[in-house]
């Protein structure tokens, strides 16, 4: 009975038409949680101690982490989407991908710019081949090729299962980004937040780092619910103009048919 239930639900909400109905409802709650977690961050941020080694330039962290963890999340639920394309066939599945792909993109960007500015006072340069920053690289590459291969394809089903195969493909990059610093030397240091031991970063920089991660977790949400509105939106218009362009053919095709028609009730003195 749960089993139907629960496929039951899944079918309801694979509808288009359901999903635009409850995006308009949780996009303001998601934008004013993410404005007000913003906020706190930013308080307990300028409130937090400098390091006693990296002094002001530990605050870049505080941007710089939660860009680098999202740009791995985002990438994670392009995954999953995936598999809702080639597996389940999910309706949404290919709208979801398409639409994190670019706010993916986005996020890494900001995870290279941001570690660059922390790298340079830190490492006295703005970018080394080492193991985590060769591992992003690749991963930004990931979203323009499959952004690329998106646009590529005319066909829009065909599209969105090589972008499902190609993304499935370039998750093997996200384990060894995460596990980069642990099997190869690296500039960057171990996980200090998410270990089998316990955080080891201080309580007092670690409180304002957990709050920012999460405004930025639900900035990507509110983002990523509005861009799968906008495409759902785009590929509704398109579907209508190529209805109205095949009316408007038919239109065309049966008038001269209609005035041959009344030509030959003329010739017949009809």
């Known amino acids: 009975m749960s089993d139907k239930f629960f496929i039951t639900r899944w079918i309801e909400w694979a509808n288009p038409t359901r999903f635009l109905w409850l995006a308009q409802k949780l996009l303001p709650w998601f934008a004013g949680i993410t404005v007000l977690l913003l906020g706190i961050g930013l308080y307990m941020v300028f409130g937090s101690p400098d390091d006693y080694q990296q002094g002001l330039t530990v605050r870049i962290m505080y941007i710089h982490v939660p860009f680098a963890w999202l740009s791995m999340m985002c990438y994670t639920l392009m995954t999953i989407s995936a598999l809702g394309t080639l597996v389940w066939r999910h309706p949404l599945a290919d709208v979801s991908a398409k639409a994190a792909a670019p706010i993916g993109a986005c996020f890494t960007v900001l995870a290279l710019l941001t570690g660059s500015l922390w790298g340079k006072p830190m490492?006295?340069?703005?970018?080394?081949?080492?193991?985590?920053?060769?591992?992003v690289f690749i991963l930004l590459m990931m979203y323009l090729g499959?952004?690329?291969?998106?646009?590529?394809?005319?066909?829009?089903?065909?599209?969105?299962?090589?972008?499902?195969?190609?993304?499935?493909?370039?998750?093997?990059?996200?384990?060894?980004?995460?596990?980069?610093?642990?099997?190869?030397n690296?500039?960057?240091?171990?996980?200090s937040v998410i270990r089998m031991d316990g955080p080891t970063i201080d309580p007092s920089m670690l409180s304002p780092l957990l709050v920012?991660?999460?405004?930025?977790?639900?900035?990507?949400?509110?983002?990523?619910?509005?861009?799968?509105?906008?495409?759902?939106?785009?590929?509704?218009?398109?579907v209508m103009r190529k209805l109205a362009a095949r009316s408007a053919d038919k239109r065309s095709?049966?008038?001269?048919?209609?005035?041959?028609?009344?030509?030959?009730?003329?010739?017949?003195?009809?």
């Open 123 to 135: 490492w006295g340069t703005w970018w080394v081949w080492d193991a985590r920053l060769t591992s």
């Open 146 to 184: 499959i952004m690329a291969l998106t646009r590529a394809i005319d066909d829009a089903g065909k599209a969105a299962r090589a972008a499902a195969v190609l993304t499935l493909v370039g998750f093997i990059n996200i384990p060894i980004i995460k596990f980069s610093v642990d099997w190869w």
């Open 186 to 191: 690296t500039l960057h240091q171990p996980a």
């Open 212 to 238: 920012m991660a999460f405004a930025f977790t639900m900035l990507f949400f509110t983002l990523h619910m509005m861009a799968m509105r906008n495409e759902i939106w785009h590929r509704r218009v398109i």
């Open 253 to 270: 095709r049966e008038k001269p048919q209609v005035k041959t028609s009344e030509a030959r009730l003329k010739e017949n003195g009809q």
